[in-house]
């Protein structure tokens, strides 16, 4: 395996995958490109990315053109293009490659895991970057923090020591704590709460953070989630909502959730990966989830009114 990790391909070019690129642009002009098809490969070819309001032309490879793997590829779409993103990024991924995805949800380090082997998929959750795309601008206030490591293990192995080292030199705030899937789980407790509760509110940051309404709706449907969390053998409690109001309150108050931006521009939401899984599990569980039952309905009845109405 190289010592250094070199070249970075980014799958999705979002709020986030935009800002990632941006920082590895930032450290090395050389570095970073976008994986992209379609109307996606002529928008970011033409148009380029605007981040904070600095221009990044970011060189764009199509998912068929044959150039030689890269070190490490990040996976940042959306749940419903998981599939699409699998299939482009083959061309990308040789035996030495790591991947991280840094998608919502508890499920994509599986299926990229089922198609290209666990061995090269770090698991990953990305935390307070308060990340806004409107058309090819990203706009942030918030850098954020990226936990990663290996599923559970209390050493840190050489594929995670190569991305640290990366990391550290793109300027990137980590951690690698011994328990990814814990880890893994509260990002998916904070996003059934705050994505799925924003979206049916309407509200950005600052409802939130002056609400006590708005925020025990968020941490109702964060409470069905702890329960289920027990049933899957993770540990969580309510002091893991706490740590995640402590991000809440940090956060640019004019900022907006994923969903509430999927909402605003008329495009499918995630909510099958939120309230959807958290009704999936709690069948399975025998355990009622009558906020995210409720949420779900919501969503749906939105997604339907703004697509096809």
């Known amino acids: 395996m190289k010592p250094l990790i070199e070249t970075i391909s980014i799958i999705g070019a979002g709020a986030l995958g935009g800002a990632y690129a941006s920082f590895f642009h930032d450290m090395d002009n050389h570095c970073v490109s976008f994986v992209a098809s ?12 605007i981040v904070n309001g600095k221009l990044y032309n970011i060189p764009v490879i199509r998912p068929e053109d044959r ?23 083959k061309n990308r991924v040789g035996r030495e490659t790591t991947i991280i995805s840094v998608m ?15 061995e090269k998929v770090l698991y990953a959750v990305s935390v307070g970057t308060d990340g806004l795309r409107e058309g090819n601008r990203v706009n942030f206030k918030k850098r954020g923090k990226i936990f990663f490591g290996e599923a559970r293990s209390p050493f840190i192995s050489d594929r995670v020591k ?10 990137i705030i980590f951690e690698t704590p011994p328990d990814m899937i814990r880890i893994l789980w509260w990002k998916f407790m904070i996003n059934v709460g705050i994505n799925q509760a924003s979206a049916v509110l309407r509200a950005p940051y600052s409802v939130f953070q002056t609400s006590q309404e708005a925020r025990d709706l968020m941490e109702s449907a964060m409470q069905e989630v702890i329960m289920l969390a027990e049933k899957e053998r993770v540990q969580l409690s309510k002091e893991d909502i706490k740590n995640w109001d402590t991000i809440l309150f940090g956060l640019n108050p004019e900022g907006k959730t994923s969903m509430l931006q999927d909402v605003e521009a008329h495009r499918k939401t995630e909510v099958e990966m939120f309230a959807g899984k958290v009704i999936e599990l709690g069948t399975r569980h025998n355990i009622p989830t009558p906020v995210n039952q409720k949420l779900f309905d919501m969503i749906k009845a939105t997604e339907g009114e703004l697509i096809y109405g």
């Open 38 to 49: 379609g109307d996606r490969f002529e928008r970011l070819h033409r148009e380029g990315l």
């Open 67 to 89: 150039l030689p793997p890269s070190d490490l590829v990040i996976v940042a779409v959306k749940h419903n293009q998981l599939n699409d993103a699998i299939r482009e990024m």
């Open 104 to 118: 919502n949800g508890i499920e994509s380090e599986i299926k990229i895991g089922a198609a290209y082997g666990m």
């Open 162 to 171: 190569r991305v640290q080292d990366f990391f550290d030199r793109a300027g």
